[in-house]
């Protein structure tokens, strides 16, 4: 039919309906309309006319991923105008979010404004200004809505209480620290780089030597995380940087997250960047530290700062780069390589630290 906008594969599909629970799960052939997720009954692989059922998608609610049933990872719960839940189990979870991204579109089909807000955000990456890790990880430790280590199997070995990259993932996004993948694979690899978390077995430890931010942390269920020992971090010995309150009092024109390279390994850390201006300062937070003391900053008087194009590595920056790369060189001569998420975000803070320069 014209009206269709997607022939579903075969899946399992439980509902439940507020008043009485049926527990049973049932193999469905679904097909995806305008505002209308029709189900059959299968038999021999095929879909039975008429439809078993439909469920109307005006005034639905979503949730994906939705982790009521803890051994059922690819879940998709409708929840109707009439309050009627629906339980509905794709194969994979590629096939869950694709299935979540279509019935949501035909949600706000009428919107389509919001459609285009969707498109954006699933390939969009922002991460809130104000995120604490320690915040993260004390609630991945809550024994009801935290996460539950258990044994797992990689390439034949049992690894006790660890989880997948997946559902770290899934878990991330469905208690809003992420608004997609993107942006949890990228608070993960913060948690693993900010050793809140280890990687364990082959696939994992692997990952993590590629160096690069967004890579170091899998999205994947074969890939196995579990909790650092001590998950309070000491609070470093290093010896403590000397910021005269004045740096500090400075008006705050502009701050959020950007990756640093470092001066000495030349890795890539995530920083929460905060623009300060009379006087003009750029300082950079550790965000897995609770105390909001800066572990970094420079003057801008008399600073250079420049966009670094993405065809080929400019000298002096090391480690696998996303691109969006821009430098900024002190009147000491001090160089510092920042990455931004997007082209756009990179646009915004060249501008803004020009106007203090």
Known sequence: HGTESQHAGVRAAGNRRSGHIVHNWKARWFVLRQNTLLYYKLEGGRKVNPPKGQILLDGCTITCPCLEYENRPHLIKLKTRTSTEYFLEACSREDRDAWAFEITGAIHAGQPGKVQQLHIQRNSFKLTPHISLHGIVDKMHDSGSGIRPSPNLEQGSTYKKTFNGSSLVDWLISNSFAANRLEAVTLASMLLEENFLKPVGARSSGAVRSGDLAEQFLDDSTALYTFAESYKTKISLREDINLSTMELSGTVIKQGYLAKQGHKRK????????????????????????ENRPVGGFSLRGSLVSALEDNGVPTGVKGNVQGNLFKVITKDDTHYYIQASSKAERAEWIEAIKKLT
């Open 267 to 290: 890795n890539w850390k995530v920083r929460r960047f905060v623009l300060r201006k009379e006087p003009a300062f750029l300082h950079y937070y550790d965000p897995s530290k609770e």
